[in-house]
């Protein structure tokens, strides 16, 4: 036991008598390691950057389709320098900058949709609708890398109507191939799409609003998607309209 106390107390008198070099070879150490983690974050800051010009061009296409005639978009990468005084940062090309678990890259979307607009923060100046179209756009190129079992669209179809609604449904249709897609919709064009339907409803029991969801069958299914076409009173030409969205003969 005094052995192992003399190396102890030992060891410890001589990092005291060392202390700043102990302290320089280990800010050297954790520099080595900054500088490391900096080449492999400008690495995969250059993937980003070549991903990206071809998203730009996919995305631009698939928004033309879903009726975003004059779109552009722009994936941005953004840089954030670090502060002098700040302990965590990593070296990249001898400059200081703010990092995390993904590199040193901020990725911010950039949209412009009408011609002749600056390309503007996704997030500020799309709308409900487009917003949606965007994350649909960008989920059916990205389809085949992405490992989501599911995939869920709150009402993407807000904002639009028409042949876009139709090839909104036709988008969803083809992301099923790769994804379990559940999409809750109020448009007949989206909903004669799919392959499985439920109805929500509330109803009010004993002073309390109760929600429930059922699995429809065939005929069911027709009705409901006659129902978004027509209203609560269903005609035959809905109905037919409907067996002919679903393709249901």
């Known amino acids: 036991s005094v052995i192992e106390h ?26 080595d390691i900054r500088k490391e983690c900096g080449q492999t974050a400008k690495k995969l800051s250059a993937e980003r950057k070549n991903i990206s010009k071809k ?16 779109s552009r978009f722009e994936a941005g990468l953004i840089n954030e320098i670090a502060d002098e ?7 990249v090309d001898n400059k200081k900058y703010k990092f995390n678990s993904y590199g040193f890259d901020n990725v911010e979307f950039f949209i412009s949709t009408n011609l002749g ?21 960008l989920k059916s190129i ?26 909104v449904g036709q988008v969803l ?6 994804h379990q897609i559940i999409a809750i919709t109020h448009l ?7 392959d499985l339907h439920f109805a929500v409803e509330k109803k009010k029991i004993n002073d309390r609003v109760v929600s429930s969801i059922t699995e429809l069958k065939v005929d069911e299914r027709v009705n409901e998607v006659a129902k978004l076409l027509s209203g ?18």
Request: aromatic share 4%.
């Open 117 to 137: 607009e600056d390309l503007k923060p996704l997030v500020k100046v799309a709308s409900g609708g487009e917003i949606s179209r965007v994350m649909l756009a």
């Open 188 to 194: 007949p064009q989206i909903a004669g799409m799919s």
């Open 85 to 91: 005084k700040a302990d965590s940062f990593i070296f």
């Open 173 to 178: 249709k083809s992301l099923a191939a790769v």
């Open 55 to 70: 998203i730009k061009k996919e995305i631009e296409e698939a928004l033309k389709y879903l009726g975003i005639q004059d």
């Open 6 to 31: 003399r190396k102890k107390i030992g060891e410890e008198f001589e990092l005291a008598e060392n202390f700043a070099g102990k302290i320089s070879s280990l800010e050297k150490e954790i520099n």
């Open 142 to 167: 990205l389809a085949k890398s992405d490992r989501l079992p599911i995939l869920i669209f709150d009402e993407i179809d807000t904002g639009v109507s028409g042949r876009v609604a139709q090839k």
């Open 232 to 249: 609560e009173k269903i005609t035959e030409a809905a109905l037919n309209s409907a067996k002919e969205l679903m393709g249901i003969s």
